[in-house]
């Protein structure tokens, strides 16, 4: 069993920054931890994730101005987001892959993230 705990969303004008953290517990080793986003009646879109060994994809709309890290060491993963847009307005949850063949099978209750124009 693995818990996720979201910290670091908040309330900022367009063009400023966040940084987001997502740590893990009950299991040492997780294959990929992801970030997704959902917005008021929209559906939930994948925003990026990394790997154990720090492989990483972003979505499209993301890339460039959001960054992906992890430290293995504290199990925690971090979404550096900046340049933020209205657009990026939502409830930003992270999920875990435990291993390599498993889906996303842990999901984090999730941070807002609100973004002022």
């Known amino acids: 069993q693995v818990q996720l705990a979201e910290s670091g969303g908040g309330l900022v004008q367009a063009g400023g920054s966040l940084r987001l953290s997502c740590a893990a517990s009950g299991r040492t080793y997780i294959y990929r931890t992801g970030w997704f986003r959902q917005a008021p009646g929209k559906e939930r879109e994948f925003v990026a994730a990394i790997t154990w060994g720090g492989r990483i994809d972003y979505s499209d709309s993301v890339k460039g101005r959001f960054t992906i890290s992890r430290d293995n060491a504290k199990n925690t993963v971090y979404l550096q987001m900046n340049s933020l847009k209205p657009e990026d307005t939502a409830v930003y949850h992270c999920?875990?892959?435990?291993?390599?063949?498993?889906?996303?099978?842990?999901w984090g209750q999730g941070t807002q993230v609100t973004v002022s124009s």
């Open positions: 999920a875990a892959q435990p291993a390599v063949g498993n889906d996303y099978d842990y």
